[in-house]
Antibody
Framework: QVQLVQSGAEVKKPGASVKVSCKASGYTFSSYNINWVRQATGQGLEWMGW????????GYAQKFQGRVTMTRNTSISTAYMELSSLRPEDTAVYYC?????????WGQGTLVTVSS | DIQMTQSPSSLSASVGDRVTITCRAS??????LNWYQQKPGKAPNLLIY???NLQSGVPSRFSGSGSGTDFTLTINSLQPEDFATYYCQQSYSTLYTFGQGTKLEIK
């Protein structure tokens, strides 16, 4: 069955970077885009960007341009999202998700806490 | 970026009711509109894709309609497990955006 398994929770200081991984299984990793979505506690869903695992092409929401980098390692079917220059308002659960037509499979989420 | 606006932001209803949630896009997005349900502490779940197509495994009491800028999600005969938050999301642009969410609560 399709699974997206994310790395564990992170605690970072303001100004640092965080890199979250997302390991895919149960389907051909290169066939579908991976999206990243975040959600602060009690808030709505915020779409961050997408990555094509086959080509490595990416598209980022304007809000995150210059601070986010999405990459992949196709040999281990893993996608990565790195967010730099962290600030307290980046504290959120970060999800990776597979997009077919809609976003049909989601990882379990990774809590990133930014605090001094 | 295309802005998505949902209404209402919250809604109270009873088991057995029929409810409708609206989503409006800031520009035409054809039928590239998806709906998700999210329960507390869980990842979202895809309900409807391209405006009116029911995702596999989703109960038929859920339906979607609309095109252009105006879309609706309808839930017929609300069940206890339907009380959750619902989000629309456009996939017309390569830069997706979500609506702000509609919280459906038990009356």
């Amino acid at each position: 069955q399709v699974q997206l398994v994310q790395s564990g929770a992170e605690v970072k200081k303001p100004g640092a970077s965080v890199k979250v991984s997302c390991k895919a299984s149960g389907y051909t990793f290169s066939s579908y885009n991976i999206n990243w979505v975040r959600q602060a506690t009690g808030q709505g869903l915020e779409w961050m960007g997408w990555m094509n695992p086959n080509s490595g092409n990416t598209g980022y929401a304007q809000k995150f341009q210059g601070r986010v980098t999405m990459t992949r390692n196709t040999s281990i079917s893993t996608a990565y999202m790195e967010l730099s220059s962290l600030r307290p308002e980046d504290t959120a659960v970060y999800y990776c998700a597979r997009r077919v037509v809609g976003i049909d499979y989601w990882g379990q989420g990774t809590l990133v806490t930014v605090s001094s | 970026d295309i802005q998505m606006t949902q209404s209402p932001s919250s809604l109270s209803a009873s088991v057995g009711d029929r409810v409708t949630i609206t989503c409006r896009a800031s520009q035409s997005i054809s039928s590239y509109l998806n709906w998700y349900q999210q329960k507390p502490g869980k990842a979202p779940n895809l309900l409807i894709y391209t405006a009116s197509n029911l995702q596999s495994g989703v109960p038929s009491r859920f339906s979607g309609s609309g095109s252009g800028t105006d879309f609706t999600l309808t839930i017929n005969s609300l069940q206890p497990e339907d009380f959750a938050t619902y989000y629309c999301q456009q996939s017309y642009s390569t830069l997706y955006t979500f609506g702000q969410g509609t919280k459906l609560e038990i009356k």
